[in-house]
């Protein structure tokens, strides 16, 4: 049910391959223990019973656009994720095209799991540049093409009637690895996402650290190289410069030929030596500003992620080694460095676990009659304290 | 998964192809290596429909060169193309709405064992390839009418992969579908990618377009209008060689 989200009971008897009084059966038992619901349907014109799982609160939407890719997925209550779909997404993308299909995906997904558009309460969004949460606008020119001048959380709360969180793709996924992945047992953690773009999300204290406009932990903006090249923001000599997926595709541009970055991410976990050194370089490179960073706030753990973390320990390795040959030897608690555990999942689920901790003010609103669209995006200008905040008004 | 290989799996060199007073192509190029989307793009009428036609051997080029691998070959019939390992998907998909998914797939080249049918074992690789495509089909015995344009799409990419083709050739595999189905179709590409098939993309949607493809080859008229690097190249450049407001030197932008 999971991985479909909803079905039909014929088409359950034929994905498990039990008959179909026996997926009856069993329907009617789960729907009793309030585990599914059911609801009539028709399938080629005859009538059919479509089975989901139960969520009686209602969904929450997450959306993280990537550089070359958008992720919708919906979420419940129990943390779970009921349905999601991936898009491939050009260089550059359109922030019309864009936002106007993922709309359209987080419609076409709950109608997947047959719910209807009452039952979406939230939407968060993770995206891959530092964000002003309480405007939903992106705080720093230049990162995103085609971005800077938009409300994104209000056009998109405009186009799916509900309230929408907007926040950066790291800092969503250092929440969402703090609340259930590899940093759950810690109060103060970094993720650092090294993708088409290089960040990192800050938690102290269990909550998620934006700074005041949403600039904390942009690691991949700290200059490394006082005669690099221009970068995107306008500084020179950027980490980004030298680690983004520009650089490293640059670098093996003449032995290689025109590879993309999952090109190098396959090749180099095939054991490319060339494409390995690259993203080892990189691990280095990165670990030496994570350095910076750790001894400024003193995390627990670090936690590793994004698309380049998907080679392992031949990322993660040099960075490690590079965080502890940078920072100071702390005797009592050194600071571990890990991998992903959430992995490709983590911005979304982060997105997920924003746009619920934003819903928890709204529901208490709900109880009023006629519920203000506006409330969840009101509530969230409280950073990192939305549970704490209480009802607005 | 490369695209500096050395060979291409496929090249055309100077295809010509008339219809009586009407020059479809013209001295058309176009390499396409494994592990490479090559997307064709073009007005209606550029010739991109029949460029299809002439590499999934329906229609015989008037002049011009092909090349499989660097041997010179003639695709004289669909059957011939099926030989080369070149796959395609039309844009009407031939599929049959009152049979099973595992009946489409193996529709006319149905595994035997003994005299009988082997439902198990058609069933099995069915699984296994629509799997492989992430695809998000509850059962393969679902008839393919109550599959959504999407699912469609994806058993008809599903039923090229059987033959474990070389080069497959995707005819508008978009058009007319929702976004989430865009989304799975688009995917779908990605994998075959990463899978080290060649893949020849023809599309009108320049995002789709620009969203996987490695090299964007433009045509206007029948003839090459500007060979684009995927990534590196903005939808106004590639506007403007398909509207003509510009025209490329050919091969100029080839990187590598």
Known sequence: MKRYGGLTQVELAEATGLSTATVSTIVKELTQAGVVDTRPTSRSGRRALKVTLARQLGLVAGIQFGHRHLKVALGDFGRTIVAEQQMPLPVDHRVDTGLDRAALLVMDLLERVGASTDELLTVGMALPAPVDISTGMISVRGIMRGWDDLHVGQVMSKRLARPVVVDNDANLAALAEAELGAARAVRDSVFVRVSYGTGAGVVINGNVHRGYAGTAGEIGHVQVDPAGPICRCGNRGCLETVVGSDALLALLRSSHGDLTLRDVISRALAGDPGCSRVVADAGDRIGIAVATLASAMNPQVIVVGGELAETGEILAGPLRDAVRRHLVPNTIAPVEVVLSELGPQAEVMGALALALQSTDVASDVRLAPGTPGPVGLASAQDPGGAGRSGAPG | ?256
């Open chain 2, 1 to 256: 998964m490369s695209s500096s290989s050395a060979l291409p799996a496929l090249s055309l060199h100077g295809i010509d192809k008339s219809f009586g007073a009407v020059r479809a192509l013209e001295g058309i190029d176009l390499e396409v290596h494994r592990g490479e989307v090559v997307a064709l793009v073009g007005d209606n009428a550029a010739g991109k429909s029949t460029l299809a036609k002439v590499i999934a051997g329906v229609l015989t080029p008037d002049a011009g060169i092909i090349e499989s691998d660097g041997v010179p070959v003639t695709i004289p019939s669909p059957a011939a193309a099926h030989a080369l390992g070149i796959a395609t998907v039309f844009q009407d998909l031939a599929l049959c709405d009152n049979l099973d998914v595992v009946s489409n797939l193996y529709l006319g080249r149905e595994l035997h064992r003994g005299p009988r049918l082997d439902e198990a074992a058609m069933e099995e690789n069915a699984r296994r390839i629509l799997r492989d495509l992430t695809s998000r089909i509850p059962s393969v015995r679902t008839l393919v009418s109550d599959l959504s344009g999407g699912q469609r799409q994806s058993v008809a990419i599903a039923r090229t992969l059987l033959g474990d083709p070389r080069i497959v050739v995707l005819d508008e595999p978009t058009a007319s579908l929702s976004v989430s189905q865009t989304a799975e179709v688009l995917t779908h590409i990605e994998r075959l990618r990463d899978l080290g098939h060649a893949v020849i993309l023809i599309s009108h949607n320049m995002t789709d377009v620009r969203a996987v493809a490695d090299r964007i080859e433009v045509l206007r008229h029948g003839r090459n209008n500007g060979s684009f690097s995927g990534p590196g190249t903005s939808y106004e450049e590639i506007i403007a060689a398909i509207t003509g407001a510009m025209t490329t030197p050919r091969r100029s932008v080839r990187l590598g």
